[in-house]
């Protein structure tokens, strides 16, 4: 089945810096690559996904990069602010006609300091 | 819209016992997901049902669990003779199709003493 490789899985950086966290996946079938973002207590929330058939996709400071051949793809947070501090996980699945389900990786938790 | 609803937020049982865990999808989804996650790991895929059906489960034990999702209410999850080893977090996910993105609830923590 799929494997989902995920570092660092803590990063600390100060306020205004850049955030980056990237995993690997497995299998070459996979097609759908989202990220979540859990906070203390609560669910995780979808922020931002990307399909196999584009390479990068922005959506303000938040951007998501893929590399088929490398089989990994990345999350950019730019400009970070306090409010990014969470655990954020990549995930990767292979959707088929009839099922799909996610594989998610280890977590990161960032630190937005002061 | 309200969200993904999950209940209960908190569940305590003694090792023996049955928990059951309830999920209501968001509106108009009509595929839910559970998901385990252990502290400081990631989520572990459990089981994907559609309305009736259960699709895939080959991420939950053959033996103790079970789950479904009846025509009318919520997904139940359901852990018979928990043992320790079953605390953990509990997430569901619903989504409007199988190609569509996965909207998480907020979670059950179950606590086996």
């Known amino acids: 089945g799929e494997n989902v490789e995920q570092h660092p899985s803590t990063l600390s950086v100060q306020e205004g810096d850049s955030a980056v966290i990237k995993c690997t996946y497995s299998d070459s079938a996979s097609n759908y690559f989202p990220w979540y973002k859990q906070e203390l207590g609560k669910g995780p929330q979808l922020i931002i996904d990307i399909r196999s058939n584009v390479g990068e996709k922005k959506d303000q400071r938040i951007a998501v990069t893929l590399n088929k051949t490398a089989k990994h793809f990345s999350l950019h947070i730019t400009e970070t602010q306090p409010e990014d501090s969470a655990v954020y996980f990549c995930a990767a699945s292979i959707n088929t006609g009839t099922a799909s389900k996610l594989t998610f990786g280890t977590g990161t938790r960032l630190q937005v300091t002061l | 819209n309200a969200g993904v609803m999950q209940n209960p937020r908190h569940l305590v049982r003694r090792r023996g016992q049955e928990a059951r865990l309830r999920c209501s999808p968001m509106?108009?989804?009509?595929?839910v997901y559970w998901y385990r996650q252990l502290p400081e790991e990631g989520l572990k895929f459990m089981v994907y049902?559609?309305?009736?059906?259960?699709?895939?489960e080959s991420g939950m034990p053959k033996e103790r669990f079970s789950a479904e999702f009846p025509k009318e209410g919520p997904s139940i999850l359901r852990i018979q003779q928990v043992v320790r080893g079953d605390s953990a977090a509990y997430f569901c996910?619903?989504?409007?199709?199988?190609?569509?993105?996965?909207?998480f609830g907020s979670g059950t923590q179950l606590s086996v003493l």
């Open positions: 996910a619903s989504s409007p199709g199988h190609l569509e993105k996965l909207f």
């Open positions: 049902l559609q309305k009736e059906n259960i699709i895939d």
């Open positions: 509106k108009g989804h009509s595929h």
